[in-house]
T-cell receptor, first 108, second 116 residues
Framework: KQEVTQIPAALSVPEGENLVLNCSFT??????LQWFRQDPGKGLTSLLL?????REQTSGRLNASLDKSSGRSTLYIAASQPGDSATYLC???????FGSGTQLTVLP | DTAVSQTPKYLVTQMGNDKSIKCEQN?????MYWYKQDSKKFLKIMFS???????INETVPNRFSPKSPDKAHLNLHINSLELGDSAVYFC???????????????FGPGTRLTVL
């Protein structure tokens, strides 16, 4: 059964820093990996989807990578802004198995 | 335009009652899902429907019964509500089957259910 882990659980950085969020999964036979952000009291917003045949996806200041052999995915956020403050969730598999999230705070 | 919508946004009810949560998507997707987010913010899939057919039914009490009148709607009916049912319930949809190529999932805003 797929297990997804996100470390750290919380991260606080000053505005302008580049940062990396980590996601690891136990079953390398994944279909895809999807990154979401969740703002307090809100639903999930899809950020990036990486298909199993891909190694990375980019959208604006966000870049997500996927290494199936090591069971890891990273979300790179460039030039962080206070508006990036949210909980970031990764999820893998056909039926999405979620990690517990990383709560990011970007300080002005 | 709201892509995936849920009603109500908040639901407060007494133990033992029966309640429903409605979900609609206007994306033309074939697959819809229900997820539960518990008090520790952990998200877990409950059900998945593809073209009105049940695809996934995780270990969920049979007090929970999804109903899909058409491809655009997947409602969640809960009988005999218990305290432990208190959570945020999210509806989601994707163009294709979970595990397929076009399976990026889009989520609704959630319904916060509180059972007293």
């Amino acid at each position: 059964k797929q297990e997804v882990t996100q470390i750290p659980a919380a991260l606080s950085v000053p505005e302008g820093e580049n940062l990396v969020l980590n996601c690891s999964f136990t079953d390398s036979a994944i279909y895809n990996l999807q990154w979401f952000r969740q703002d307090p009291g809100k639903g999930l917003t899809s950020l990036l989807l990486i298909q199993s045949s891909q190694r990375e996806q980019t959208s604006g200041r966000l870049n997500a990578s996927l290494d199936k052999s090591s069971g890891r995915s990273t979300l790179y956020i460039a030039a962080s802004q206070p508006g990036d403050s949210a909980t970031y969730l990764c999820a893998s598999g056909g039926q999405l198995t979620f990690g517990s999230g990383t709560q990011l705070t970007v300080l002005p | 335009d709201t892509a995936v919508s849920q009603t109500p946004k908040y639901l407060v009810t007494q133990m033992g009652n029966d309640k429903s949560i409605k979900c609609e998507q206007n994306l033309g997707h074939d697959t819809m899902y229900w997820y539960k987010q518990d008090s520790k913010k952990f998200l877990k899939i409950m059900f998945s429907y593809n073209n009105k057919e049940l695809i996934i039914n995780e270990t969920v009490p049979n007090r929970f019964s999804p109903k899909s009148p058409d491809k655009a709607h997947l409602n969640l009916h809960i009988n005999s509500l218990e305290l432990g049912d208190s959570a945020v319930y999210f509806c989601a949809s994707s163009r294709g089957l979970a595990g397929g190529t076009y399976n990026e999932q889009f989520f609704g805003p959630g319904t916060r259910l509180t059972v007293l």
